[in-house]
Nanobody, 114 residues
């Protein structure tokens, strides 16, 4: 069974930075695209960033220039570096991949507040 385990969330002041990690296991990590989604209270889950198996990236307009998605295939881990954080970035952040079905991590809370 595919496992995705997020870490790195927390409370940060506006303008601060966090780096989220997604440790993946039980599938051929390097062969699949990885995504980060987020869900704020009362809102739908939204796609934040995607990195393909060959390293191409795509971002939601709301995070372009502030967030960077990356992957380390040797460590089976995907990352989301988040800079210049804003209160509206507050959400639960989820790691996601699709192999023969969709898989989600349990999520990690990011709270941006002074």
């Amino acid at each position: 069974q595919v496992q995705l385990v997020e870490s790195g969330g927390g409370l940060v002041q506006p303008g601060g930075s966090l780096r989220l990690s997604c440790a993946a296991s039980r599938f051929s990590f390097s062969r699949y695209a990885m995504d980060w989604y987020r869900q704020a209270p009362g809102k739908a889950r939204e796609l934040v960033a995607t990195i393909t198996s060959n390293g191409n990236t795509k971002y939601a307009d709301s995070v372009k220039g502030r967030f960077t998605i990356s992957r380390d295939n040797a460590k089976n881990t995907a990352y989301l570096q988040m800079n210049s954080l804003k209160p509206e970035d507050t959400a639960v952040y989820f790691c996601h991949t699709v192999t023969w079905q969709h898989y989600w991590g349990q999520g990690t809370q990011v709270t941006v507040s002074s």
